[in-house]
């Protein structure tokens, strides 16, 4: 019987080597589509420090946007809180929120001591105002990766309190920033591309009365290929109203949208 027992071991050995699968049989795609998408973020970040294969998968566009559309249908949703210095994660839980559990994240780009201001996010995307210097930043909080998109031309310059800006995609799946821009009475439109990181005027409505008034206008919000916008005009203090503007990113044309009855 003694002589026995290793041949038993052996056998035992072999087979629990054959049941174990290993990470090169699951196969690359299955991980990242259906393992490495499901993880949290900050664990996310940790993978990409495994090798330059996951590093080069895990920074990709794509693997970015299934991971945040993936994460926004969970329960782990958190919020960013961006002051002068820093930017705060919060979990929220909706019982309570605990303050001792939030993630500090350095500001990466250059800035003086100076108000900064969220104006729009998009699929884990931010675009942020430098308040005293008007130039706005697209910023990662994930990958810590901005752009500053300001240049010489005074384009990439906001005023928070006159202009709208809006994220969408395009039909090649490339971010763009709409920066509806006023100055002096007169509105302007441009478009940057993510991508190719360059600025370009387009056209404006064709009915210009919609902007002849003491106009408000909320930031864009893209849903299935427009990027809507309410604006709240005053005629005077006996008459004002709002209105539901569509940009679409398509034909890269406003529309007026009528309210429901």
Not at 54 to 59: E, N
Not at 212 to 238: M, P, Q
Request: glycine share 6%.
């Amino acid at each position: 019987m003694d002589c026995l027992h290793p041949v038993r071991k052996k056998l035992h050995m072999r087979r629990h080597a054959q049941s174990r699968t290993c990470i090169d049989d699951i196969g690359i795609d299955i991980l990242v589509s259906h393992i490495l998408v499901r993880l949290p973020t900050r664990c996310v970040g940790q993978c990409r420090c495994v090798c330059r294969e996951w590093l080069s998968l895990l920074s990709t566009q794509q693997f970015a946007i299934t991971h945040c559309r993936h994460i926004s249908t969970t329960y782990d949703q958190k919020f960013i809180l961006i002051g002068s210095l820093s930017g705060y994660v919060y979990p929220v839980v909706f019982d309570h929120l605990s303050r001792s559990s939030k993630i500090v994240l350095s500001l990466p780009f250059e800035r003086s001591s100076c108000l900064v201001r969220i104006l729009a996010s998009f699929e884990g995307l931010l675009c942020i105002c430098l308040c005293d210097t008007g130039e706005m930043v697209i910023w990662n909080p994930l990958t810590q990766v901005y752009n500053m998109v300001a240049n010489s031309k005074i384009r990439g310059l906001c005023n928070p309190r006159l202009d709208a800006v809006g994220f969408y995609v395009d039909s090649s799946k490339g971010y763009m920033l709409l920066h509806l821009k006023r100055f002096g009475g007169k509105m302007w439109l441009y478009i940057y591309s993510l991508r190719r990181q360059l600025w370009r005027k387009v056209g404006f409505l064709d009915e210009q009365k919609y902007f002849k008034r003491k106009l408000k206008w909320s930031n864009g919000t893209f849903c299935k290929g427009v990027v809507y916008f309410t604006v709240d005009f005053i005629k005077n203090r006996f008459h004002s109203g709002s209105m539901l503007l569509g940009f679409d990113v398509k034909l890269e044309k406003f529309n007026k949208i009528r309210y429901p009855n």
